[in-house]
């Protein structure tokens, strides 16, 4: 039985993850499956059959980057396969180099094409998953096309604050499992 309504985010970065362990501590996964128009996280197909053995609700996500949004969907739907009954979301944020310098990250219109093209091809409307790097983009407008989505809130800390495109959040992801409030 679910003791507590918790929901983890994981890619390759997590070395170990024993899903039939954890099953009576959370609810759902939320797993990267794809970056950019290349990229498939190397841990994604194993761990979605794992995490849905382990009866837990299941969802993926892309991370966006500066390129075609069309063209990223289209990668990530061909990686992720039949989605029913699961979520998909669309991760906004910036990225990094190894050095930690900025680099070029997905705009709004990216975004709004990868949103596009994902509910054209499956009739599901993405999530949308970002923090302060999204804040900047949106600043104080309201975006009616990403308003549209669900909202996946990444904020570190104990007052969760929506950009104004959203009234409220789905899922807030209040700790990176060192920042922010436990449990971690």
């Known amino acids: 039985m679910v003791q507590a309504n918790v929901v983890v985010d994981l ?11 954890a099953a009576s501590e959370i609810r ?5 499956a794809t970056q950019g128009l290349e990229y498939v996280d190397p841990k994604y197909a194993r761990r979605r059959q794992a995490a849905k053995d382990a009866d837990l609700l299941f ?6 980057t500066r390129t075609s949004g069309a063209r990223q969907a289209r990668h990530f739907l061909n990686t992720v396969g039949a989605v029913s009954g699961e979520l998909v979301v669309l991760d906004i944020e910036r990225l990094f180099d190894e050095r930690g310098r ?19 091809e499956t009739g599901i409307r993405p999530g949308i998953y970002g923090g302060e790097y999204l804040k900047e983009l949106l600043g104080d407008n309201r975006d009616r096309d ?8 990444a904020q570190y800390g104990n007052t969760p604050e929506c950009p104004p495109t959203w009234d409220d959040f789905t899922f807030w992801q209040y700790t990176d499992g ?7």
Request: hydrophobic content about 40%; glycine content about 8%.
């Open 11 to 21: 890619s390759h970065h997590n070395a170990h993850v024993d899903f039939s362990a």
């Open 28 to 32: 759902a996964v939320f797993h990267k």
């Open 59 to 64: 969802g993926s996500y892309h991370f966006g």
């Open 102 to 120: 900025p680099l070029p990250s997905m705009t709004l219109a990216q975004a709004k094409e990868f949103v596009k093209t994902v509910e054209d």
């Open 146 to 153: 990403l308003g549209r989505c669900w909202f996946w809130l």
């Open 178 to 184: 060192t920042r922010g409030p436990a449990p971690h």
